[in-house]
């Protein structure tokens, strides 16, 4: 298969969404009692996934309201802003970010997101392709 031919796709679950905050593609969600909303705190236990628009398959009714599709395997792309490495190790972070994992987070399997797929050269904002780890 030639590299023109792949597609950027994953696998994604439909989930429940809070009616309180909306969310954007790209972005890390977390689960509260009412549903999906973005991530707003480092490392959050409380972490889903990445709320995807590459999706080629979907689990889930999609026939209810309020739901985001949500990565469960394969590569999405995640909002970042600052320099990354390929393999580094993504978590949670203010503002529905994905940031790099420090020795400690790692440790803490329940809230890593992925592996990073792509170098980052600088800190702006962007969407980069990462692998999806369920821990």
């Given at each position: 298969?030639?590299?023109?031919?792949?597609?950027?796709s994953?696998?994604?679950?439909?989930?429940?969404?809070?009616?309180?905050?909306?969310?954007?593609?790209?972005?890390?969600?977390?689960?509260?009692?009412?549903?999906?909303?973005?991530?707003s705190?480092?490392?959050?236990?409380?972490?889903?996934?990445?709320?995807?628009?590459s999706?080629?398959?979907?689990?889930?009714?999609?026939?209810?309201?309020?739901?985001?599709?949500?990565?469960?395997?394969?590569?999405?792309?995640?909002?970042?802003?600052?320099?990354?490495?390929?393999?580094?190790l993504?978590?949670?972070?203010?503002?529905?970010?994905?940031?790099?994992?420090?020795?400690?987070e790692?440790?803490?399997?329940?809230?890593?997101?992925?592996?990073?797929?792509?170098?980052?050269?600088?800190?702006?904002?962007?969407?980069?392709?990462?692998?999806?780890?369920?821990?």
């Amino acid at each position: 298969m030639s590299e023109q031919n792949i597609v950027q796709s994953d696998i994604a679950e439909l989930m429940k969404a809070s009616s309180k905050e909306l969310a954007q593609p790209g972005q890390v969600l977390v689960q509260t009692e009412t549903g999906l909303k973005p991530s707003s705190k480092r490392a959050d236990p409380t972490v889903v996934g990445v709320y995807t628009d590459s999706f080629k398959y979907v689990l889930g009714d999609d026939k209810i309201d309020n739901q985001y599709p949500v990565g469960i395997a394969g590569r999405v792309r995640v909002l970042v802003k600052e320099k990354l490495e390929i393999g580094d190790l993504l978590v949670s972070d203010i503002g529905a970010f994905a940031t790099k994992a420090t020795e400690e987070e790692k440790k803490n399997k329940g809230v890593i997101i992925g592996k990073v797929l792509q170098n980052k050269e600088d800190n702006s904002i962007e969407r980069i392709n990462i692998l999806i780890l369920n821990s």
